[in-house]
């Protein structure tokens, strides 16, 4: 089993920073792709930003220039940098890792983050 923790949202002004980290943990070979959704209630789960192992990544139209994706391959963690917080960006975010071994899948219990304006 893979277990991801999630730390780092909360409630935060218009234009200030958020840091979300996520730690993957359990029986790990090899991890893919990282990265980091969010959703509000009714609507779908819309990709914020993915990074490989490589380093190779890619952001949502809304959060280029804001965000930053990074990852810790020796500490299997990604992490998820916003800055220029607008009200819009206030959702539930998930992290996602995509392993070697099935299920390959998984997903973290979701943190808050909330942008008063």
């Known amino acids: 089993q893979v277990q991801l923790v999630e730390s780092g949202g909360g409630l935060v002004q218009a234009g200030g920073s958020l840091r979300l980290s996520c730690a993957a943990s359990?029986?790990?070979?090899?991890?893919?792709?990282m990265g980091w959704y969010r959703q509000v209630p009714g609507k779908q789960r819309e990709l914020v930003a993915t990074?490989?192992?490589?380093?190779?990544?890619a952001y949502a139209d809304s959060v280029k220039g804001r965000f930053t994706i990074s990852r810790d391959n020796a500490k299997n963690t990604v992490f998820l940098q916003m800055n220029s917080l607008k009200p819009e960006d206030t959702a539930v975010y998930y992290c996602k890792v995509v392993v070697s071994t099935a299920p390959s899948v998984h997903w973290g219990q979701g943190t808050q983050v909330t942008v008063s304006s």
């Open positions: 359990g029986r790990i070979f090899s991890i893919y792709v």
């Open positions: 990074i490989t192992t490589a380093g190779n990544t």
